[in-house]
Nanobody, 117 residues
Framework: VQLVESGGGLVQPGGSLRLSCATS????????MSWYRQAPGKEREYVAG????????DVADSEKGRFTISRDNAKNTVYLQMNSLKPEDTAVYYC???????????WGKGTLVTVSS
């Protein structure tokens, strides 16, 4: 099983980034997918999620209107579009897969997003 995040980097405040999480080794379409983040010295927190199958998206209240989550089941990939980025969005962003059906969950290793001028 692999979950590989990409798309992180350094961006100026107000900028945008699109994170990708490419997966393999499990039945992607049967798993709910989520993005979490962990800033230095803070606990990991939920950012956005999308249900299995056709995918019903959900975004944390604090990020509504700025972040969008989507999935492409044909590519086994989930995305996080982040707009109007703020310095407080600086964190390592992690991809998470979970399935009640298969009683399994998996984490990626994360991608660093730094928002700074």
């Amino acid at each position: 099983v692999q979950l590989v995040e990409s798309g992180g980097g350094l961006v100026q405040p107000g900028g945008s980034l699109r994170l990708s999480c490419a997966t393999s080794g499990f039945t992607f379409s049967s798993y709910a997918m989520s993005w979490y983040r962990q800033a230095p010295g803070k606990e990991r927190e939920y950012v956005a999620g999308i249900t299995s199958g056709a995918g019903r998206p959900d975004v944390a209240d604090s990020e509504k209107g700025r972040f969008t989550i989507s999935r492409d089941n044909a590519k086994n990939t989930v995305y996080l579009q982040m707009n109007s980025l703020k310095p407080e969005d600086t964190a390592v962003y992690y991809c998470h897969a979970v399935s009640d059906l298969f009683d399994a969950d998996y984490w990626g290793k994360g991608t660093l997003v730094t928002v700074s001028s």
